[in-house]
């Protein structure tokens, strides 16, 4: 369909599971993509496949926890393509365990705050000097933030994403460049399947049975990146600072 044809888009987070499902498709939809993680080896196996389909790739290790980061991958995505048009802001890093707010361990608060809020920020700030009019910020977030089912510090992350989310929509509506936030439900992808039972806090567990249906099935990052591929394109010109919860209707 190339809905996002000439369009040049950073992905954090490109590695593996919503990343790597959202720059595959993207790159079928003929967008420039660029991915960015941690792990360059990781990285290079998910550019290798973009390749295979004809996609064009450019592969940038970053931790989004440093500013200086931040700013090399936009740099880098500018040198590469000239342009910046998309911002899939999916880094993100889990807690141990799912520790409520009367357990919570504050190095680990400092570690998911520098990820997913700290590091979301600093993203948004690095690219918001090279986009222009249609561009478009899609920030992804957790149905934890949005009813409060999970630890207390990934939680706190995500619902801010939100607030984060409303802000930048507000702040650049009259550049019409939009923001818009995903809040998958459980997904199956490599970082939550490899969350130990043994770890789990049992009572933030029943917590979360008590108003979730956990009966219904998962998403699949396939799923989750088709709406974001949606948020990307021009066919949601005219959305910007909502909120969508995509989780098979378990938290109605």
């Not at 996002?4 to 593996?16: D, F, P, R, V």
């Not at 939009?178 to 789990?200: F, S």
Request: proline residues 3%.
């Amino acid at each position: 369909m190339e809905r996002l044809k000439g369009k040049t888009a950073i992905i954090t987070g490109g590695n593996s599971g919503v990343g790597e499902a959202t720059a595959i498709l993207f790159a079928k939809e003929g967008a420039n993509v660029v991915i960015s993680a941690r792990r360059k080896a990781a990285l290079d196996e998910v550019a290798e496949k973009i390749r295979a389909i004809g996609g064009k790739v450019l592969a940038v290790p970053t931790d989004i926890a440093k500013d200086e980061d931040c700013k090399n991958l936009a740099d880098a995505a500018i040198k590469e393509f000239g342009q910046i048009d998309i911002l899939v802001n999916n880094a993100g890093v889990l807690d141990t365990g799912l520790a409520p707010i009367d357990k919570f361990n504050d190095d680990e608060l400092q570690r998911v705050l520098s990820v997913n809020q700290v590091g979301t920020m600093q993203c948004i700030r690095a690219v918001i000097p090279h986009m222009k009019s249609g561009a478009s910020i899609v920030n992804v977030a957790s149905v934890a933030g949005y009813n409060g089912g999970g630890g207390a510090a990934y939680v706190s992350t995500k619902a801010a994403l939100i607030g984060l989310t409303k802000h930048t929509a507000l702040m650049l509506a009259d550049q019409y460049i939009r923001c818009n936030v995903i809040c998958p439900g459980t997904i199956v992808t490599p970082m939550t399947m490899n969350m130990k039972p043994a770890d789990l806090d049992m009572r933030m567990m029943g917590a979360m049975r008590k108003h979730a249906d956990l009966n219904l099935k998962p998403c699949m990052a396939e799923d989750v990146a088709n709406v974001i591929t949606f948020f990307a394109s021009d066919e949601s010109k005219a959305l910007t600072g909502q909120v969508v919860v995509s989780d098979f209707g378990a938290s109605l």
